[in-house]
Structure formats: C-alpha cells, structure tokens
C-alpha cells in the first residue's frame, strides 16, 4: 500500500537549512514511491494547525529543531495520531540526540518508510495543557528562556545570529544571573509536599538538556516516570555549581550529584510560587507562561519512528 506522508517544515530553522532539508526529503520518499504533501509554517501557530489535519497519513514528518518538533506535538490529535518522524535541523536537537537519529538524508529517508515505531511517555502542563516531550523546567534556566526569547524578537543583528551557537547561548545565559532573584517553589510530587523552598525545578523525561548539559541522567522516556530535579540551595553560585555538575555528567557520564540537590520520581508534579513574585516556566526550550504548573506523564502517549 503506497505510503501516505506529511511534511511539515520549519524553512527558517537553522538558518534556512530546514528549508532545504524538506525539499529534498520530501523529493527522496516520493522516488521511493510515496505520496508526500509538505507544508512549510509561516508563525507561531502554523505547525500545530498543520499537525491537526492527519487523517489519512501514515506518518507526520518535522523537519525544524525542538521548538517545532514541540508545536507540532501539541497539533496532533491524540494517542491514536500517526507516527512521528523528524528531520533534525536547529540548533540542539536534544530529541534527535536522544533517538540517534542519522545525519544524511538517505538514512533519515529509509528510517521514515521503514524505521520501526515506539511508545515515548507524553508530558503535559495540566494547567495549561501544553505538551512536552523532553522537559518542563520552573527557575533559572526558565528565566534564561524567557530573557532569550525576548531577545529573539527585537530587529535580528549579527550578534543575534551568533548566539545560535549553543556555546555561546549557555554563556550568555550564565552572564544572566547578575540580578537574577532566586523564586521560592512549592513542590507538591504526586501528592506529597516535598518542599516550599526549591529554588530550580526540572521535571525530565529524557536525560539530555541540551549543549553539553545532562542534569537528569536517570530520565528515561519509556518507563512512565519523570525524573524531578529540585535545587534547593539558594546563593547565585549554587546555579554555577549545578551547571558544572551537568557538564561533568555530559562528558564524563558520571552523576555528580551535591547534597543540596535531591532527585525524585513521579509522574505527578505540581509546582506553585511560594510568594507573591510571578516565577517564569519553559517547556521544551521555549517560553511556558509563569507558575502555577502541574506535569503530568502519559505513558506510551504518542508514537515515535526511531532507528
């Protein structure tokens, strides 16, 4: 039966390479006799309306990084949607990274026709109702998130550009502390009170951050379970510690772990501000509102090809 396949791209991700990328993607599995309609997204919004409209396919293909792989998640209409394939081309690609997705296109091409399917545990933001599949983070690195994003939407420079650089995104990050007031977060873990005085919060479904950074290594996206990070120490060095642990776990696989951070399971995770100040919150490397937030994992929620 001739295999039915949508595209959707992201032709700006990395830099214009998205673009190029779909095209000869979408040229490579119609030779190999399928039926291919690519869609390319213009704004916000675009993927996700793209990605609701799947009746038919056999499988949805994004060509982009995270954040569109994350717009189209949250466009597909269910458990029972079509698998997703993806074509990685944006600046970490923390979900081909943690599927060893291959770099040519004839490789990608044969995964996408014949690759096998698998069960990935499908996070949600109860309150939002926003969908993940890698992380959903309340502090610094949120914080982080929202000053970049904002970043990004002022007239483009060459100092912008060069900020795609994942090195040097993680030290202009760093360069964000100065001033940064430490939140106060409430951690309820599936219905138990962990603490009113986290300061960083990461809720994992996969170990990988992206850069160099593994902050939870024991994440898995298969076993029905987050890994929650809570940092409970409050000082501004405490952050540089934490991304020196992360670092150290990235290149050295070991799981250098300080005693005023402590790791959970759960599949449950509801965080609220301890006080009055509003504390920022992202989701898949893109801004997720403020607190209140509640994760909750889907096991098996949505289907992936993988090699």
């Given at each position: 039966?001739?295999?039915r396949?949508?595209?959707?791209?992201?032709?700006f991700?990395?830099g214009g390479r998205?673009?190029?990328?779909?095209r000869?993607?979408?040229e490579?599995l119609?030779?190999?006799?399928?039926?291919?309609?690519?869609?390319?997204?213009r704004?916000?919004?675009?993927?996700r309306?793209s990605?609701?409209?799947v009746?038919?396919?056999?499988?949805?293909?994004?060509v982009?990084?995270d954040?569109t792989?994350?717009?189209?998640?949250?466009?597909?209409?269910g458990?029972?949607?079509?698998?997703l394939?993806m074509v990685p081309?944006?600046?970490?690609n923390?979900?081909?990274?943690e599927?060893?997705?291959?770099?040519s296109v004839?490789e990608?091409v044969r995964?996408?026709t014949?690759?096998?399917e698998?069960?990935?545990?499908?996070?949600?933001?109860r309150?939002?109702?926003r969908?993940?599949?890698?992380?959903?983070?309340?502090?610094?690195?949120?914080h982080?998130?929202h000053?970049?994003?904002?970043a990004?939407?002022k007239p483009?420079?060459?100092?912008q550009?060069?900020?795609?650089?994942?090195?040097?995104y993680?030290?202009w990050?760093?360069?964000?502390?100065?001033g940064?007031?430490?939140?106060r977060?409430?951690v309820?873990?599936?219905?138990?009170?962990?603490t009113?005085?986290?300061?960083?919060?990461?809720?994992?479904?996969?170990p990988?951050y992206?850069?160099?950074?593994v902050?939870?290594p024991?994440?898995r996206?298969?076993?029905g379970?987050?890994?929650?990070m809570?940092?409970h120490?409050?000082?501004?060095?405490?952050i540089?510690?934490?991304?020196?642990?992360?670092?150290?776990?990235?290149?050295?696989?070991?799981e250098?772990?300080?005693?005023?951070?402590?790791?959970?399971?759960?599949?449950?995770?509801?965080?609220?501000p301890t006080?009055?100040?509003?504390?920022?919150?992202?989701?898949?490397?893109?801004?997720g509102?403020?607190?209140?937030?509640?994760?909750e994992i889907?096991p098996?929620?949505?289907r992936?090809?993988?090699?």
């Open positions: 039966m001739r295999q396949i949508k595209v959707i791209a992201n032709p991700s990395g998205a673009g190029r990328l779909a000869q993607v979408t490579a119609r030779e190999r006799g399928c039926h291919v309609e690519l869609e390319e997204t704004q916000a919004g675009d993927g309306r990605a609701a409209r009746d038919g396919f056999s499988a949805i293909v994004c982009g990084g954040g792989v994350n717009e189209v998640v949250n466009g597909l209409p458990p029972d949607a079509p698998p394939g081309s944006g600046t970490a923390v979900l081909a990274k599927l060893r997705l291959p770099r004839g990608l995964l996408l014949d690759g096998r698998v069960r990935w545990d499908l996070g949600i933001d309150v939002t109702g969908k993940f599949l890698l992380f959903g983070t309340a502090g610094y690195d949120a982080v998130v000053l970049f994003h904002e990004r939407r483009v420079r060459m100092w550009y060069a900020l795609w650089n994942m090195w040097l993680v030290l990050g760093l360069k964000s502390i100065i940064y007031r430490i939140p977060i409430t309820d873990l599936d219905g138990r009170h962990v009113s005085e986290a300061a960083w919060v990461q809720v994992s479904n996969v990988t992206g850069g160099p950074l902050f939870t024991r994440a996206p298969d076993d379970t987050f890994e929650v809570v940092q120490a409050r000082r501004r060095r405490d540089l510690r934490m991304f020196w642990a992360a670092i150290l776990n990235y290149f050295f696989r070991m250098y772990r300080m005693p005023d951070v402590t790791f959970h399971r759960a599949r449950r995770v509801k965080l609220l006080d009055e100040h509003a504390v920022p919150v992202q989701v898949d490397g893109d801004p509102g403020h607190l209140p937030a509640e994760f889907v098996g929620g949505i992936v090809l993988a090699p």
